[in-house]
């Protein structure tokens, strides 16, 4: 990865921990727990959780860019964005997982984030969770 993806990612664009923990009263287990208890909703329940998420860290939903993505790689995508130029981010909706999948502003996968900021996946060098940006 190169270096300035390296800074990007450790820097103040990724969900902040202190203020996405008050989401769940700091325990990300319970939420985990209600998607198990409710496979039937899990997708609406992660979407809603995602969205506070951007909300509470000024992330921007790129309506424009999610619905190319669906459309083009044929599977549901809520994309949202932080920062400008080279130093932009897109954090994708991660359905499966919930977390983002975190790429850089070329649409390069950089890895997977839980909402409060914890990495839980390294990038993805095969493209498949890269995003057309």
């Not at 998420?53 to 044929?74: C, D, G, T």
Request: charged share 25%; with cysteine.
């Amino acid at each position: 990865m190169a270096n300035h993806a390296k800074s990007l990612l450790k820097s103040n664009m990724l969900a902040n921990r202190k203020i996405s923990n008050l989401l769940v009263d700091n325990d990300w287990s319970q939420f985990r727990e209600q998607l198990k208890k409710h496979p039937e909703n899990k997708n609406a329940m992660i979407q809603e959780m995602a969205a506070n998420v951007a909300e509470i860290n000024a992330y921007q939903f790129n309506q424009l860019l999610s619905s190319h993505n669906q459309k083009r790689k044929n599977s549901f995508r809520f994309i949202y964005e932080a920062g400008d130029g080279s130093q932009k981010i897109y954090l994708s909706t991660d359905f499966e997982k919930a977390a983002f999948e975190v790429c850089n502003y070329q649409g390069k996968h950089q890895g997977e984030y839980n909402f409060n900021e914890e990495k839980t996946g390294e990038a993805d060098k095969s493209g498949k969770h890269n995003i057309d940006t």
